[in-house]
């Protein structure tokens, strides 16, 4: 199936053709032609997916023939979890919006950085993309008014739950008009998720895209042994014999984080860290930079990684293991995407050998392991 059979305006055609989207995923062939139809949707899917166009091509389709502009009044709501999803939603929408002949502004607002700017950029905004606190506190302070919301997305709304939103989510409901399209999507469709969607979905067009149990094989795993005072020598190893580009590593702790990428800059790799305790300004400069591919290595916790989406990353490493198999799934996924092939590197001391076993057990795959003993790390 081609884009031209969903329903999409032929501006929005020959901006998907312009920026070689040659055929949909999975998601956005049956969540768009039914957005479009004015239903509301409940889409199951897994980050990387391609969700977030399913649902910014449809509303861009709408708002070129139904956008109002009334001051601080918005057309769409777009709920999301983290200040890094909120920037990477609204690059989408003006990535596709931008070559439009009627202008949809769109604006992304969360909290760490200061309001007043926000405030004042709320002027004429068709599509704002939010974190529920910061949306909270600019509704109470009168820069946004919700009540002629058209359309509102939950955009990975499992996630919103378990960061604890679900009291703001609430709040936030209240203050949008009855009469609305709602868009629900999420990772997974948890007994939270089900809550939300039985009372705040009418009749819901269900869309539910399940993982490919073959697509862990498009990611190639590999595993080293390794003493702890020698992974940092061994990453650099990696890292430049390798000539890997564009690689991301896992830490466990912030601390580790900073250090790890310290050292890949004394020993002339590009790198930074990005995590909870480094400013929005400088983890959205460092995200910027890896998506362009002029920063060579981001070194990132779990929860900062939820905002790294990359259609195209080739390397993951794991420099420590994560508690649960689950969350070693979801770190090597950020690679192996949209049916593109990719490299996982697991850094493993004597001390996690037993939990990688058990690990691998889990995802019912075995990995290839390498001793690092027999690698000449001298310099590095």
Known sequence: ?????????????????????????????????????????????????????????PILNDLQKNASIKNRHVNVLVLVPTRELAVQVKDVFQQFGS???????????????SINPQMQALNNVNVLVATPGRLLDLAESNAVHLSEIRTLVLDEADKMLSMGFKEEIDRIFKLLPE????????????????????????????????????????????????????KGPLLRYLIKTGGLKQVLVFTASTYKAD?????????????????????????????????AGTLRVLVATDLLARGIDIEFLPYVINYELPRSPKDYIHRIGRTGRAE????????ITPEEKHHFKVIQKKMKKWVDMVDSDNLDLSGC
């Open 1 to 57: 199936m081609s884009f031209t059979s969903l329903g999409l305006s032929s501006d929005l055609l020959k901006a998907l053709a312009d920026q070689k989207f040659s055929k949909p995923y999975p998601i956005q062939e049956l969540a768009i032609p039914a957005i479009i139809s004015g239903k509301d949707v409940l889409g199951i899917a897994k980050t990387g997916s391609g969700k977030t166009a399913s649902y910014a091509l």
């Open 99 to 113: 070559v439009l002949p009627q202008r949809i502004k769109t604006l992304a607002v969360y909290g760490g950085v």
């Open 179 to 230: 009469k609305r399209q709602n868009l629900l999507f999420s990772a997974t469709l948890s007994e939270d998720i089900d809550k939300i969607n039985k009372g705040l979905l009418h009749e819901p067009h269900v869309v539910k895209i399940e993982a490919e149990k073959d697509s862990i094989e498009l990611i190639k795993q590999v595993g080293y042994f390794v003493s702890e005072e020698k």
């Open 259 to 291: 250090n790890v990428a310290d050292k890949l800059r004394k020993n002339g790799i590009d790198a930074s860290a990005i995590h909870s305790k480094k400013s929005q300004t400088s983890r959205l400069e460092s995200l910027a930079q890896f998506k």
């Open 340 to 347: 593109n092939p990719g490299e996982a590197i697991s850094l």
